[in-house]
């Protein structure tokens, strides 16, 4: 709805010169109208003019119509207010019932090929709560991104070389040698959790006894290979019943195994962008807007985890990709400018990786965090939560805050049919429309005609603008890689909803009032419905 005046706008920018940046957003008080803008302050900043006579000159440059606007005024310092002709209000809800299960896809005009990689897990042990929250995050930038035209492919890297894989299958050989009866120990910075045991017992199982015996050297590579397939099945399990897929499996070892690793150093050599110095070979990182150059290859030879991430990238832009977005944890946020300046100094184009932070998540149960989990050792596993709360309350209390803000997650909260359950409350809302459409003896698809806005009352267009604000509420979060968007929305809709419910009748109004509410339950079961299919959330119509 309001794509036809954000255009509008811009026409008018043009008029006054070059284009220039401008918001077009709903107020946070509805009494100011239903859209602002600060084109008249920005134009007036370039130009050092008042911002108030500058919005004037805006305001009557505009057409009206093509704006399909019923008021305009000017607020405060130079802001500029519309009210939308109710023509227009139900032209969009009319969109709405007709786009169905649509509503809210769009087709960008600049549609890109975009890699979306998260979670990207370390096959040490199982998935923890962190990783959940990153799975909930990348798979909803991603549904963002496909739902406005993007061609989006998720992407997981597997860590699969370097110390901690080796560690892990030492582990696991002194756990199978624990399970054969004989003493060994863990290893210095090895792993400890009940999931090795699992391993070892069904390697035992599977190999016979007689695998305990094999040579050290032999029985380490077995491990190793074994550990990182049952690790990886199990992850992959995870995810899955966490309704979390993966287009691409992408392997840290077949980096270095197919060259890319050492490919990557010669090209930042040949580009002259790499310097020796106390046996280590460094990358000039300081000149591509990093804060300090940064070791490459240290001076036992051994390579930094930088070296494989930039091959891993490279990859990435030769296969294609327009853009890649990456999720990573919060504590990898002074990372992000190196790998950045890295990419740079490589020839690759400004913004073309972006980065989209993890915050820790902090589980609580009456009060108190929970600390652990038995069969991991020492953390909170993605599978112990969901199968507590249920993966619709996991998905959706990953997603109701800014990624990059600290959760607090309230195991109980979440498993209550409560209205202070957020995703409890949405799910409410969708099911009170739905049996409002069921008390009537109707089928949603049979509930058709055009809505009469004249027998309405306020509650009812109130409602009816939040319901049409959804397309543009999915373009921002899309622009923005923000989900938590979807849920904010989808809060304020149900708190919308259900106070629709309580004060306006439906049933045994007039004829035109009845038809008409019911067209608007019908098309806030259908967004409701469309909001948390997005976020991969179920959409009951019965509680």
């Not at 199990?234 to 070892?253: C, M, Y």
């Not at 460094?282 to 490459?296: E, H, N, Y």
């Not at 020492?378 to 939560?385: E, G, S």
């Not at 979440?414 to 009170?432: C, G, H």
Request: hydrophobic share 40%; charged share 25%.
């Amino acid at each position: 709805m309001s794509e036809r005046l954000r255009a509008e706008l811009a026409r008018v920018a043009r008029t006054f010169g070059d284009d220039v940046t401008f918001t077009l957003e709903r107020p946070r008080d509805p009494s100011h109208g239903d859209l602002a803008t600060n084109l008249a302050m920005q134009l007036a900043r370039r130009d050092r003019s008042n911002p108030r006579v500058m919005a004037e000159r805006v305001i009557a440059a505009l057409d009206p119509s093509a704006a399909m606007l019923a008021g305009v005024e000017i607020a405060g310092p130079g802001f500029i207010n519309f009210r939308l002709a109710a023509d227009t209000l139900a032209q969009e809800f009319q969109r709405l019932l007709s786009d169905g299960p649509q509503y809210g896809r769009s087709r960008t005009s600049e549609p890109r090929r975009i890699n979306v990689e998260f979670v990207s897990a370390n096959p040490t042990g199982p998935l923890h709560v962190g990783h959940g929250r990153g799975a909930a995050l990348g798979d909803g930038i991603a549904a963002l991104l496909e739902w406005t035209g993007h061609e989006v492919t998720r992407e997981f890297y597997v860590n699969d070389a370097g110390v901690q894989i080796a560690r892990l299958a030492e582990s696991l050989w002194a756990r199978v040698q624990q399970s054969a009866g004989r003493p060994a120990e863990i290893p210095e910075g090895g792993y400890h959790g009940e999931y090795l045991k699992e391993a070892a017992a069904e390697l035992l199982q599977r190999e016979g006894e007689g695998f305990a015996d094999l040579e050290f050297a032999e029985g380490l590579a077995r491990c190793r290979a074994a550990i990182l397939a049952i690790q990886r099945a199990e992850q992959d399990g995870t995810l899955a019943d966490f309704g979390v897929r993966f287009d691409v499996i992408a392997s840290e070892q077949e980096v270095y195994d197919h060259g890319e690793v050492a490919a990557a150093i010669a090209r930042l050599q040949d580009a002259g962008l790499t310097f020796e110095e106390d046996g280590a070979l460094w990358l000039r990182a300081s000149a591509f807007g990093d804060d300090r150059d940064r070791v490459l290859r240290k001076s036992d030879g051994s390579y930094t985890y930088l070296v494989p991430d930039i091959a891993y990238h490279l990859n990435k832009f030769r296969r294609g990709f327009d853009h890649a977005i990456d999720v990573w944890g919060a504590d990898h946020h002074g990372y992000i400018p190196r790998m950045q300046a890295a990419l740079k100094a490589l020839g690759l184009p400004d913004g073309w990786l972006d980065v989209a932070l993890v915050q820790l998540v902090r589980v609580v149960r009456g009060g108190e965090e929970v600390k652990m989990s038995k069969r991991s050792g020492d953390f909170v596993t993605l599978r112990d939560l969901y199968e507590e709360v249920g993966v619709d309350a996991a998905r959706y209390w990953f997603l109701m805050r800014r990624s990059d803000s600290h959760l607090v997650f309230d195991i109980e909260l979440a498993k209550s049919r409560s209205d202070e359950n957020p995703v409890f409350y949405v799910q409410m809302a969708r099911a009170r429309m739905s049996g409002i459409l069921r008390n009537a003896g109707r089928a949603p698809e049979d509930v058709t005609g055009a809505i009469d806005l004249g027998v309405l009352g306020a509650d009812d267009l109130g409602l009816i603008k939040k319901l049409t604000q959804f397309p543009e509420t999915v373009e921002r979060a899309a622009r923005e890689h923000e989900p938590h968007r979807i849920t904010t929305y989808l809060d304020d809709l149900a708190r919308m909803s259900h106070g629709w419910y309580h004060t306006s009748r439906v049933l045994g109004e007039s004829p035109a009032v009845e038809h008409s509410r019911l067209l608007l339950a019908r098309g806030a079961r259908q967004v409701f419905g469309n909001a948390l299919t997005l976020l991969g959330i179920s959409a009951p119509d019965r509680m």
